[in-house]
């Protein structure tokens, strides 16, 4: 029998079509079957969610953090982010670091994060396979995994130039930065020849981790997430993109608005953020708030990102409100939070939207997610309930630990 959840008597607002006033979303074991106004027949036996009127939006999407691998509040024990050892660190996988346990988590919960891209640092020019996520649900990290094939994350600027300076090796300069970029591909251009030659010829070939990461990256398989906030850095990104030919995406993006009419030329899109930082190295003295108006404007499809645990997850639609003030349409803002994340990391037959086909990942706010005053009183991942109004007015999650009828893991 499927199991049916009806969220009923809100202000859908899908994101990706017109808002519905007083509305009801379906789900069907995990997936939205259904999107309209309140003469949708809800099936019988449905678990019945009532807004009450309120909004009833996607699941926001976080496309750049670090969350699970950089534990927030546990120090060096658990910070998993940057494997500093080699410079090429194609072979790395997040996934293989992340504690689903880690009270980021939650906090993602109670800012409206359902689904989060979760990426190595950016201490190596090449930090290693990112993967997406959902926030909670899971037995295991890999029961809510949405995509393993996301992207790699690479590094220009100064973290890498510091982390290998340092140590008095390469690379130690932007020059060398980008060398160790443009070798690591001639070489997987090298190893897809001789890996396609010997399957042709029927003939064994040892497989190497890092390069077949890189073969899947020149073959598409795999975007480019760039760690780039100067323009120049953001200009030798397209440039090694353009040489090798693989898919772009700008992160981070602070000088973004010097050159957002290339961006948009060569329709790069652009995950900005943080925004709620200091300007605490060079790269950032040009940090603004109103550069990712600047950017959007140009026609440059943008995200926004907390980059958690620098900014904490559920600020992130603290900096789209911010970024209201400065200029960026209402409208864009809620796409950057929803919508544009999913569509640039290829995500959006998943989510960030409440439209049929797209997973059950709802959200129910007390008002507009742009106005400040509101807050969170419902989470929905997968049409099941993760997080949901407490007898004392506030919120609680949905434990896991519930699931063998225990309050605590000891009791």
């Known amino acids: 029998m499927a199991r049916i959840l009806a969220v009923v008597n809100g202000r859908i607002v899908p994101v990706s079509a017109p808002v519905i006033e007083q509305g009801t979303v379906i789900v069907e074991d995990g997936v939205i079957t ?3 106004d309140s003469d949708i027949a809800v099936p019988d036996g449905a678990e019945i969610v009532d807004a009450g009127g309120r909004w009833v939006l996607p699941g926001f999407v976080e496309a750049h953090g670090h969350l699970g691998v950089h534990e927030d509040g546990e120090g060096w024990s658990g910070n998993d982010t940057n494997e500093m050892t080699d410079p090429n660190g194609a072979r790395f996988r997040a996934l293989d670091g992340i504690d689903i346990d880690e009270v980021g988590f939650r906090d993602a919960l109670r800012g409206g994060v359902t689904s989060v891209v979760i990426k190595p640092g950016s201490g190596n020019p090449i930090g290693g396979r990112t993967v997406a ?10 029961e809510q995994v949405i995509a393993e094939n996301v992207s790699v994350k690479s590094a220009l600027g100064e973290n890498p130039k510091r982390v290998y300076g340092d140590k008095k090796q390469t690379p130690s300069t932007r020059l060398g930065v980008a060398s160790v970029l443009r070798e690591a591909f001639v070489a997987a251009q090298n190893y897809v020849a001789k890996r396609d030659a010997a399957a042709a010829k029927g003939e064994p070939f040892e497989r190497d981790l890092g390069k077949e990461t890189l073969a899947q990256v020149l073959d598409g398989t795999l975007l480019w997430d760039q760690h780039s906030h100067r ?14 030919g ?8 602070t000088e973004g608005h010097k050159i957002a009419d290339v961006l948009a030329e ?24 109103g550069a990712l108006a600047l950017i959007a404007e140009a026609g440059v499809t943008v ?3 907390t980059d958690h645990p620098v900014v904490p997850i559920d600020q992130i639609r603290l900096q789209a409100i911010l970024a ?15 919508t544009n994340p999913a569509s640039i990391l290829r995500l959006d037959e998943r989510v960030g939207a409440l439209e049929p086909g797209r997973d059950g990942d709802i959200v129910i706010w007390s008002g507009d997610p742009l106005a400040v005053e509101s807050r969170v009183e419902h989470v929905i991942i997968g049409g099941t309930t993760v997080l949901e109004p407490a007898p ?6 949905v434990e896991r630990w519930e699931r063998f009828g225990r309050s605590s893991w000891l009791r």
């Open 34 to 36: 259904a999107v309209g």
């Open 133 to 142: 996520i959902k926030t909670w649900g899971g037995r295991t990290v890999d």
């Open 231 to 244: 323009h120049d850095d953001i200009v030798t990104a397209i440039r090694l993109a353009e040489e090798f």
């Open 246 to 253: 693989y898919r772009l995406v700008v992160n981070h993006g």
């Open 266 to 289: 060569k329709n790069i899109p652009v995950i900005f953020g943080p925004m709620l930082t200091s300007r605490s190295k060079v790269e950032l003295r040009d940090r603004a708030i």
């Open 303 to 305: 995200a926004i990102t």
């Open 324 to 338: 209201v003030r400065e200029g960026l349409p209402a409208t864009v803002a809620l796409e950057a939070l929803t």
């Open 392 to 397: 004392d007015g506030d919120v609680r999650v």
